[in-house]
């Protein structure tokens, strides 16, 4: 009895972590789309169960067991009418699936992280038998289907177990200075794509495109330098996805030119493009372009 108490205890303590761990707007987001969602598991549950008495009725009406035979069709012959426990359950395993990604594509959306959808489907979904499976095996899949229901709790746990425990703040950053790492550092040789000269960090090779069009130059930032630019952003404002008009221009592809000045901005003054490749990023001051190479530039791909 008390294993039984103290087992309760933990899960208890689990939830609460987890939705403490989450603003009143996640919450309401989650629960609002757990209800609508244990709506529509429960409708098609009880829809399986109509039907299979539509089937019945029919065979005692008719007075024949055979499925072969023309009753059936009373069901079934009607365009867009047809319907079997097959096709229901394949719709309930759907519905889990699209709560589960709802729940984590919020979340990716509101903070700016990125989640493993694949891991969390795997570790949290009903794995479906093998084709070959027996006929044991696969009628107590069915027995599980028919009672499963996820708890967005569930989801959060998993989720913040897939972030090592880091809120989703934190591995938004985490994440974001992860991918600035990569991007600056040669994973081969482990050798870094840059270097500080005072004021100014020149990246260097692979960071700067452009193409010809009508006689003009348009210029872009690769990938890597993109990842760059959100670091630079969050050094500005210290927000994951809030950052100031020149680089949103420069992320989205709006800015065309090789040369950036970052007018409002406190730490950045210019950003600078080469047709080589090279993009040379200008701060405030030596101090501020040492902090951020500190605290971005650090992590080795």
């Not at 009895?1 to 609460?16: C, G, H, Q, Y």
Request: contains cysteine; charged residues 35%.
């Amino acid at each position: 009895m008390n294993n039984t108490i103290d087992l309760f205890a933990k899960f208890s303590a689990v939830e609460v972590i987890s939705s403490d761990r989450i603003s009143e707007t996640d919450k309401d987001f989650c629960e609002r789309n757990q209800a609508a969602y244990g709506s529509a598991v429960a409708s098609y549950q009880e829809l399986a169960f109509c039907w299979d008495a539509m089937k019945e009725a029919q065979r005692e009406q008719v007075g024949e067991r055979d499925e072969s035979s023309a009753y059936f069709n009373y069901l079934s012959e009607e365009p867009g009418a047809y319907l079997d426990d097959g096709e229901i359950q394949k719709h309930l395993k759907k519905l889990h699936g699209k709560f589960l990604d709802r729940i984590a594509s919020y979340f990716e959306d509101a903070y700016g992280v990125s989640l493993d959808h694949r891991e969390l489907r795997k570790s949290l979904l009903l794995k479906e038998p093998d084709w070959d499976a027996g006929e044991e095996e696969k009628t107590a899949y069915q027995e599980k289907m028919r009672s499963f229901l996820l708890r967005y709790r569930d989801i959060l746990d998993r989720i913040f177990e897939q972030m090592d425990g880091r809120s989703f703040s934190e591995q938004a950053l985490h994440q974001l200075r992860e991918a600035c790492g990569k991007a600056v550092w040669d994973s081969g040789n482990k050798t870094p794509r840059y270097e500080r000269k005072k004021d100014t960090i020149k990246f260097l090779a692979c960071f700067a495109d452009y193409t010809y069009r009508r006689g003009f130059i348009d210029w872009s930032l690769k990938s890597g330098m993109k990842a760059v630019m959100k670091a630079a952003g969050h050094f500005e404002t210290g927000r994951c996805r809030v950052f100031p008009d020149e680089i949103e221009d420069l992320l989205n592809d709006r800015n065309k030119w090789d040369v950036t000045e970052f007018e409002e901005c406190r730490k950045l003054k210019q950003l600078k493009l080469f047709k080589n490749g090279n993009a040379y990023l200008k701060f405030a001051s030596a101090a501020c372009a040492e902090a951020f190479a500190d605290e971005y530039l650090g992590l080795a791909g």
